[in-house]
Nanobody, 120 residues
Framework: VQLQASGGGLVQAGDSLRLSCVAS?????VGWFRQAPGKERELVAA????????AYSDSVKGRFTISRDVAKNTVYLQMDSLKTEDTGVYYC?????????????????WGQGTLVTVSS
């Protein structure tokens, strides 16, 4: 499975962005991770197959929404009310198990990352 992430960019605090992750094959559990400069990669949101269960980090809960379009093999991350601390490279990752997990080593496939920069 190959993953193509897109949608990053430079925005101001309070703005919105929508990231997309297109999978070349069947991606069951999918997660969006981010890595800020000097920090470890962390899970932002995850979704199972076909999208009944989701999970979010406490830092984005209520602001970000993960969803998927099964027909398009695409997972989205809608990011609203962006903050400067949301800045980082966002990666989508997929696994062959449907369940939701925050553990990065359990994801077998990774996209190339898309940069999100939120200015004050």
């Amino acid at each position: 499975v190959q993953l193509q992430a897109s949608g990053g960019g430079l925005v101001q605090a309070g703005d919105s962005l929508r990231l997309s992750c297109v999978a070349s094959g069947r991606a069951y559990g999918v997660g969006w991770f981010r890595q800020a400069p000097g920090k470890e990669r962390e899970l932002v949101a995850a979704i199972d197959w076909p999208g009944r269960r989701t999970a979010y980090s406490d830092s984005v809960k209520g602001r970000f929404t993960i969803s998927r379009d099964v027909a398009k093999n695409t997972v989205y991350l809608q990011m609203d009310s962006l903050k400067t601390e949301d800045t980082g490279v966002y990666y989508c990752a997929a696994r062959r198990v449907s369940s939701v997990t925050s553990s990065a080593p359990l994801y077998e496939y990774w996209g190339q990352g898309t940069l999100v920069t939120v200015s004050s």
